[in-house]
């Protein structure tokens, strides 16, 4: 069974840091792009970073670019995101997500683009 599992998620005041983990179990994603998105209360789901599956690629959404970093280890299945600055706006669940295809050089930003979620993990930045 195909599992992702986002960890760090925490409560940090504006200005701090955080770094999200995202494993995955029940398949190699070693060869997929992967993304994170996250949702605010009261909003939809958008996305915030991607990746390719070699890590060669990425990109963001203005609001965290120069802010955020996505990266991953495909030795142990698992796709990062690090926020630093971390603002009050900033504060939703975060998902990790996975393509389907594999060995792919695209970067997908859409969220009807991805196959499998993770459950999501809490961030809160207060100010």
């Known amino acids: 069974q195909v599992r992702l599992v986002e960890s760090g998620g925490g409560l940090v005041q504006a200005g701090g840091s955080l770094r999200l983990s995202c494993a995955a179990s029940g398949c190699t994603f070693s060869t997929n792009p992967m993304g994170w998105f996250r949702q605010a209360p009261g909003k939809e789901r958008e996305f915030v970073a991607a990746i390719t599956w070699s890590g060669a690629r990425t990109t963001y959404a203005d609001s965290v670019k120069g802010r955020f970093t996505i990266s991953r280890d495909n030795t142990k299945n698992t796709v990062y995101l690090q926020m630093n600055i971390l603002k009050p706006e900033d504060t939703a669940v975060y998902f990790c997500?996975?393509?389907?295809?594999?060995?792919?050089?695209?970067?997908?930003?859409?969220?009807?683009?991805?196959?499998?979620w993770g459950q999501g993990t809490q961030v809160t930045v207060s100010s």
């Open positions: 997500a996975v393509h389907r295809s594999i060995y792919s050089t695209d970067i997908y930003v859409q969220e009807n683009e991805y196959d499998y």
